[in-house]
């Protein structure tokens, strides 16, 4: 199965700036991935889903990219707020969704 | 709509006792699974359904059993609690076959078991 990591346990960042949050993987390339935002003591939230063949997709602040040559997606939030403090996951398609674990991003006023 | 719904929030388990965590979905989805949130592990898939009938295991199953005789419920027994157990279990739904067709996960909010 997939091996998923992701980048940093945390993230800190001040208001306004951009954070850039990576997610790798070791095998196949996913058909598709999704990204989720998970705050403290709820589940998980869907936030984007990008397919394979999509060099990047954006919703509002948010863009996702992915490289199946690098096996790699990035996440950018910009114009960054407090309220997008949250922990963000990455998760790929096998006949399950794998996840990582997670990273958390604080972003200060 | 609720969404998804997990109950209870919160349990306390001593060693060997059994309990059945529930879980309830709104939305008439067919795909229907349990996860465990460990710290600095991500979300490990439990059991799963495709729909009413149909359960297969996921990565962590051991010590684990469910049933799916309706749509929208999902229970996740645990037969013997183990320390091991302590952990926060999710339920998830998706529209359709699940995530392998193309569906996100819609999630309830957890339960928080400990066992002692």
């Known amino acids: 199965s997939q091996k998923i990591e992701q980048n940093s346990e945390a993230l800190n960042i001040q208001e306004g700036k951009t954070a850039t949050l990576t997610c790798n993987y070791t095998?196949?390339?996913?058909?598709?991935l999704q990204w989720y935002r998970q705050d403290p003591g709820r589940g998980p939230v869907f936030l984007l889903l990008?397919?394979?063949?999509?060099k990047e997709k954006r919703k509002e602040r948010l863009k996702v990219t992915f490289d199946t040559t690098l096996k790699q997606s990035l996440f950018h939030i910009t114009a960054s707020q407090p309220a997008d403090s949250a922990t963000y996951l990455c998760?790929?398609?096998?006949?399950?969704?794998?996840f990582g674990a997670g990273t958390t991003v604080t972003v200060r006023a | 709509n609720a969404g998804v719904t997990q109950t209870p929030k919160f349990q306390v388990l001593k060693t060997g006792q059994s309990m059945t965590l529930q879980c309830a979905q709104d939305?008439?989805?067919?795909?229907m699974s349990w996860y465990r949130q460990d710290p600095g592990m991500g979300l490990r898939l439990i059991h799963y359904s495709v729909g009413a009938g149909i359960t297969d295991q996921g990565e962590v199953p051991n010590g684990y059993n469910v049933s799916r005789s309706t749509t929208e419920d999902f229970p996740l027994r645990l037969l013997s609690a183990a320390p091991s157990q302590t952990s926060v279990y999710f339920c998830a739904s998706s529209y359709g076959g699940g995530p392998t067709y193309n569906s996100p996960l819609h999630f309830g909010n957890g339960t928080r078991l400990t066992v002692t």
């Open positions: 990008i397919r394979e063949n999509e």
């Open positions: 939305m008439n989805h067919e795909y």
């Open positions: 095998n196949y390339s996913p058909a598709y």
């Open positions: 998760a790929l398609n096998d006949y399950k969704l794998s």
